[in-house]
């Protein structure tokens, strides 16, 4: 109890000369943290007898909260030396960048930069084009084509400043306006994604994880760690989407499935010709008909989640919430219908059964 009693009062250390030094080096806060951290250890030592009078001097005290706040404010993160044998090591920060580039990041970093903002047109840009050309790069991706569907004024010219290909669907529709990129897109595998901003091109790789096993790979905005704040999923779209994904789920006996609108989608060549020369439907349900048309072929499909953005500018579909339902209706008819035209029992793609695995650990 002796000890107890010899613990100073927070106000009667912060006013020590040499903690008032330290106020010019460290936030109040933090230094007021630090101090109550300190006190609380003195005091479980003089409870538990473990320590003498001479830890409780001011000298004391002011060199073990000086240790304090320097452990507080230390950098976690330090340099290792890998001699583990495996170059590219998770738990080691995967593999070091080589110095040019970790220059042009800290010279970039140390003050503001272009993350955001087209420095040509002097108007807002968007992050993802500075990873786009590399992306295209790392997914082995020929080309990127731009289906123009009646864009507003001035679109067809941006898209021509850019290396992409520009094709001109005059049919007012999304469903016509896919239709057309799929008789046009020449790759061996085909990625759907709408230039709304609201999806990551990063995600490409999520779909192609799966490209060797699936013919085609769904994506799902119905993931609530995925939903960006400020996105077009209030609680009316994610469960109406994850509901009519439902109704197509039960009716065709499928995989899981939770958003029957996400147009953010990876084909296969053959597939991707199946759905263009069967499609009928031009507007903006066609999206749930793709799925449809995917289910009934007997190919195989599988739904993974990926990210969903604030989208740019205001849907003529989704920005409506009247509008929205509309749509959710003639969904749920299409559905219905198919199924009606599709009565027995439904192909099936057989399971993997003494497939051969190439090298590379993929089947062939």
Known sequence: ???LKKIPKVDKILAWPEVMALHGQHPRPVLIKAVRAVLAALRDEALTGSADA???TEQAVVARLIRELGAASAFSLKRVVNGTGVVIHTNLGRSPLPESVSLMLCA???GYSNLEFDLER???GSRYAHVERILCELTGAE????VNNNAQEGTAEEVAKTDARQVFEPKQGYGHAIRRGLREATGDLVALVEPDGTFLPADLLKLLAYSDECDMVLGTRTTRELIWAGSNMDFFLKWGNWAVAKLVEILFNTSHLSD???TYRLLDRPLAEYIAKNMRIGSSHAGPEIMLLTI???ARFVEIPVNYLPRVGRSSVTGSRLVAFGLGLRMIGLILRF???HPGPLPRPGAFDGIEIAPDGHPR
């Open 143 to 146: 080309a990127a084509l731009v």
């Open 122 to 124: 002097g108007v807002r």
């Open 339 to 341: 199924r009606l035209r």
């Open 296 to 298: 009934t072929s007997g």
């Open 54 to 56: 001479r830890a409780f």
């Open 260 to 262: 029957v609108g996400c």
């Open 108 to 110: 970039v970093a140390f």
């Open 1 to 3: 109890m002796t000890l």
